[in-house]
């Protein structure tokens, strides 16, 4: 079998089952087997570490969750993502699991159609998050090179970053720039004499501009069958999705590693990554933010997202006109967005209209 397969591991206390999903699996990847939690541990630690564990989650002496846990504290095994296989078939065993940060959760008995897509998803996720890890470590390359032009090194390193989620998908990475372009529209017009404004010069814009391109960086992170669903989000899977920003930050995070002082368009992109999703009145995630508790990038972003979202075609909905995205910004106001942002967003919504019109994959009126 061909060296450069990936790699999996199998986890399951009953050999039946160990047989069935290893010839489900034989043909396309390599495999080790493990029939308890301890002898798993032992060959997740082996090199090469494998790209994919999956574990049955009911086991004598150590159950998956223990398992997973322990695959978790440790830095060699941490970031290898876990399917849990498991007869547990209610909502609540599988928030559990997602919770305990599983990659998914496949029930049994174990159906073809159901096995080899999800895992063929998660190889291309971890791949991409591969990818990724390895564009930060030539970032941080980048920034250690002190001689060299400190807003080429900047830019480079975003633009590395941010493919990472055009290539997941090409109208998120179309997203990504008309989002920064929404973004400089409400910075350049808030109201002056306010604070915000006061606190805004051209270069503080035009970081934000630039750290705006990240804010769904830590999509990378969540599984294809759930970012192209066709229909509406279970609750699990609803979980999972809002598990991308706190990806995002982790994944920005890395890239601040080993960086002798603060980037500082990454602290913003840091913020916009966390708290897109908040929203005005408390009730987003994950921090349940409320008002000017939530940072003022972030609030530049759930704007400019929420209003190209609405526009955008996407896998399970049509685009909205441009004059129903309008509405539905405006009666947002003060409940999923910040009051002054919304009078800015109408006072501009002619350069808005002109942003989303660029795009001929976006429904005009």
Request: glycine residues 6%; negative net charge.
């Amino acid at each position: 079998m061909p060296s450069n397969l990936p790699l999996l591991l199998i986890v399951d206390d009953n050999p039946e089952n160990l047989t069935v999903i290893g010839e489900l699996l034989q043909p396309h990847y390599r495999l080790r087997a493990a029939n308890g939690g301890a002898r798993a541990l032992r060959l997740a630690q082996l090199a090469p570490r494998p790209d994919l564990i999956l574990l049955d989650v009911m086991m004598p002496d150590m159950d998956g969750h223990e398992v997973l846990d322990k695959l978790r504290a440790d830095p060699a095994t941490r970031d290898i993502p876990v399917v849990f296989l498991t007869a547990l078939n209610s909502a609540a065993d599988e928030e559990e699991g997602l919770r305990r940060g599983a990659a998914d959760y496949i029930t049994k008995p174990i159906r073809p159609a159901i096995l080899l897509p999800r895992v063929a998803s998660l190889i291309e996720r971890k791949r991409a998050i591969d990818v990724l890890h390895r564009r930060i470590s030539e970032l941080e390359h980048s920034l250690s090179r002190c001689l060299l032009d400190t807003a080429h090194v900047q830019d480079s390193s975003l633009q590395a970053l941010s493919r990472t989620v055009e290539a997941r998908n090409a109208n998120t990475g179309r997203h990504q720039y008309r989002t920064q372009a929404y973004v400089r529209v409400m910075a350049e017009n808030l109201p002056p004499g306010t604070a915000e404004a006061a606190s805004l010069d051209a270069r503080a814009i035009d970081l934000m501009v630039r750290s705006a391109a990240l804010h769904d960086i830590g999509k990378v992170g969540i599984p294809d069958h759930i970012l192209d669903k066709p229909g509406p989000l279970t609750p699990a899977e609803r979980m999972l999705m809002e598990t991308h920003v706190l990806v995002g930050v982790e994944i920005i995070e890395r890239a601040e590693q080993d960086v002798e002082q603060p980037i500082d368009y990454l602290q913003l992109a840091k913020q916009m990554a966390r708290s897109h999703h908040e929203r005005w009145d408390g009730t987003g995630y994950p921090d349940r933010l409320s008002g000017l508790q939530i940072p003022l990038p972030a609030r530049l972003v759930s704007v400019a997202d929420a209003f190209d979202a609405m526009l955008s075609r996407r896998t399970y909905k049509d685009g909205e006109t441009l004059e129903v995205a309008r509405r539905q910004i405006i009666e947002g106001s003060g409940t999923q967005f910040d009051p002054v942002l919304v009078q800015v967003f109408e006072q501009c919504f002619d350069r808005f209209s002109q942003i989303a019109g660029q795009e001929a994959r976006l429904v005009v009126v």
